[in-house]
């Protein structure tokens, strides 16, 4: 089946530690994307990646790093810099830019 | 800050009702309007979507209002079933910004009773 692949689902997290999400998708789409949920905030972009070898910083990049060695895959570090990290993330890919968003299940990350 | 506003926060309906949700937006660039469902622990999924050279898009119980002079658009459920319970997300883009990501209102909580 083609889709978007996220893990780990859960992930806890001591603060100070880096931690890194995968996201790999078989959909062979151009751009990815990383958005963050938090309650009653809706989703805010992170980052995205329209193309291997390039990516662009969203609207809360800070704390947050990752890279595009691969069409099929887009990791998320967050970083011991994010100051408040715990949340649900999300990867999502589409054909081309401006074309509807596939998302993954999430990944939820708690910092204890 | 948000670029789209969507309200209310939480909805309830009764079963066979209608309900409705509402987002506006100020970027007149934008050119693209999806709405998201999310259920709980899941990934959100499109559900319908509009171009602004269209008012009214229809795909089944969902419509999606367009008003491009006032700058808001809204999604309307008819018939609402309790598995139509589920949040919902409004959204927009255009070309000249962000690779064309999209940026999403807060989400309304929308609970179908029986």
């Known amino acids: 089946d083609g889709g978007i692949t996220q893990s780990p689902k859960y992930l806890f997290r001591k603060e100070g530690q880096n931690v890194t999400l995968s996201c790999e998708q078989n959909?062979?789409?151009?751009?990815m994307y990383w958005y963050r949920q938090d309650p009653g905030q809706g989703l805010r972009l992170i980052y995205y990646?329209?193309?291997?070898?390039?990516?662009q910083k969203g609207d809360i990049a800070e704390g947050y790093s990752v890279s595009r060695e691969k069409k099929e895959s887009f990791p998320l570090t967050v970083t011991s810099a994010q100051k408040n990290p715990t949340a649900f993330y999300l990867c999502?890919?589409?054909?081309?830019?401006?074309?509807?968003?596939?998302f993954g299940e999430g990944s939820r990350l708690t910092v204890l | 800050q948000q670029q789209v506003k969507q309200s209310p926060q939480s909805l309830i309906v009764q079963k066979g009702g209608i309900s409705i949700i509402n987002c506006a937006y100020e970027?007149?660039?934008?050119?693209?309007f999806p709405w998201y469902q999310q259920f709980p622990g899941k990934g959100p999924a499109l559900l319908i979507a509009?171009?602004?050279?269209?008012s009214e898009k229809k795909e089944g119980r969902f419509t999606i209002s367009f008003n491009k002079s006032a700058k808001q658009f809204s999604l309307h459920i008819m018939d609402s079933q309790p598995g139509d319970s589920a949040t919902y997300f409004c959204?927009?883009?255009?070309?000249?910004?962000?690779?064309?990501?999209?940026?999403f209102g807060k989400g309304t909580s929308l609970l179908v009773t029986p």
């Open positions: 999502a890919s589409s054909m081309f830019e401006g074309g509807e968003l596939f």
């Open positions: 959909l062979n789409h151009d751009a």
């Open positions: 990646s329209q193309i291997v070898n390039d990516f």
């Open positions: 970027n007149t660039a934008f050119d693209y």
């Open positions: 509009i171009r602004p050279d269209v």
């Open positions: 959204a927009a883009s255009d070309k000249s910004t962000s690779g064309y990501a999209l940026n």
